[in-house]
């Protein structure tokens, strides 16, 4: 299992993509670190409805703050890999490690600089020229797919 593997959000703007970046990371084993605060009531219906009945198979931490998050990521010795669109390596040629926190910003804002000075690694999702980002939730499970197989025994399976 890649329990070991972790999502992070920072201050997440919108239910659905977190809905559905929990739904995807209960299904893949994959464990979510909210780092709070998040730009809506974490009970909000719009991320139970995204989130459907996975919600409940979750493994999901709720951090009070930035700090709160980066303290219990440094005691756990655990690498950061940001996901940002002023990265300039593409996550494809990134080795991914077993007990990565994948770290994701706010859809509105991304991350603030002193967050992203913290950052171990800094990852980009290659689009064409013009393109400004992708769906928060679309390119976490492009992330995670690629840190997977990566990290997993091919005769793990996916998550397993």
């Known amino acids: 299992m890649t329990a070991s593997l972790r999502v992070a959000l920072y201050q997440p ?6 809905g559905s970046i929990l739904r995807m990371a209960a299904c893949l084993g994959v464990a979510v670190d909210i780092i709070e605060p998040a730009g809506f009531d974490m009970s909000d219906r719009a991320l139970k409805r995204a989130g459907m009945d996975y919600l409940e198979m979750a493994a999901l931490t709720r951090h009070v703050s930035w ?3 980066d303290d219990w990521r440094t005691h756990e010795q655990r690498r950061l890999v940001l996901f940002s669109t002023r990265a300039t390596l593409p996550y494809t040629r990134f080795e991914f490690a077993d007990g990565d926190v994948l770290l994701f910003g706010r859809e509105s804002a991304g991350v603030p600089d002193d967050v ?4 171990d690694s800094r990852l980009l999702v290659p689009m064409r020229p013009g393109a400004r980002s992708l769906n ?12 997977i197989r990566q990290v997993s025994p091919p005769s ?3 998550g397993l």
């Open 136 to 147: 928060l939730a679309l390119t976490a499970a492009m992330a995670v797919g690629e840190a």
């Open 13 to 18: 703007d919108i239910p659905g993509n977190t």
């Open 156 to 158: 793990e399976g996916v």
């Open 67 to 69: 700090q709160a998050f």
């Open 116 to 119: 992203h000075a913290r950052a």
